[in-house]
T-cell receptor
């Protein structure tokens, strides 16, 4: 079974600060997705990266897939209270039926 | 509106009392899946279905059953629930079972087994 570890598990910061969330594995993934989940709702896809070294930007969020496709990072610039939520990374494997392996999540709280 | 709908959203039951959590999607997706979410463990896949009448086990299938008689519906059945099945359950669907496809999740069903 492929495993994904996210760090930190919890993060509480002030509005305007920058932060980075990490997603690491000893396994190679064919793709890497990041989801955000708010209380009482299901996860919602933020981004998919598929190429080693790929960087994608979504407004203040920057996602990077490691060169070896074993890790990924999510960097948020000038965090806002609306960024509060649970961030989940998910690695795509080679078994089409079991699409994704999810990390344990990083719970982010941004205080005004 | 494109969505995945789960029912019930909240349920408290007792050990051994059979229950079904329904899931329906209106996006004509071929792929559907059930996950359970527990603190610190992320989302773990229970069962998935690549298409009608095609289902297969995920990582944690013990104690669960599913069926896929119609494309839009994918119910999760707990024949004899036990306290270790207390969890937050999510149904998800995708256009096709590819590992780059977007998963669309329902709002979740919080189950407590006493």
């Amino acid at each position: 079974t492929q495993l994904l570890e996210q760090s930190p598990q919890f993060l509480s910061i002030q509005e305007g600060e920058n932060l980075t969330v990490y997603c690491n594995s000893s396994s190679v993934f064919s793709s890497l997705q990041w989801y955000r989940q708010e209380p009482g709702e299901g996860p919602v896809l933020l981004v998919t990266v598929v190429t080693g070294g790929e960087v994608k930007k979504l407004k203040r969020l920057t996602f990077q897939f490691g060169d070896a496709r074993k890790d990924s990072s999510l960097h948020i610039t000038a965090a806002q209270p609306g960024d509060t939520g649970l961030y989940l990374c998910a690695g795509g494997g080679n078994n089409a039926g079991n699409m994704l392996t999810f990390g344990g999540g990083t719970r982010l709280m941004v205080k005004p | 509106e494109a969505q995945v709908t789960q029912n019930p959203r909240y349920l408290i039951t007792v050990t051994g009392k059979k229950l079904t959590v329904t899931c329906s999607q209106n996006m004509n997706h071929e792929y559907m899946s059930w996950y359970r979410q527990d603190p610190g463990l992320g989302l773990r896949q229970i069962y998935y279905s690549m298409n009608v009448e095609v289902t297969d086990k995920g990582d944690v299938p013990e104690g669960y059953k599913v069926s896929r008689k119609e494309k839009r519906n994918f119910p999760l059945i707990l024949e004899s629930p036990s306290p270790n099945q207390t969890s937050l359950y999510f149904c998800a669907s995708s256009l096709a079972g590819s590992n780059t496809g977007e998963l669309f999740f329902g709002e979740g069903s919080r189950l407590t087994v006493l």
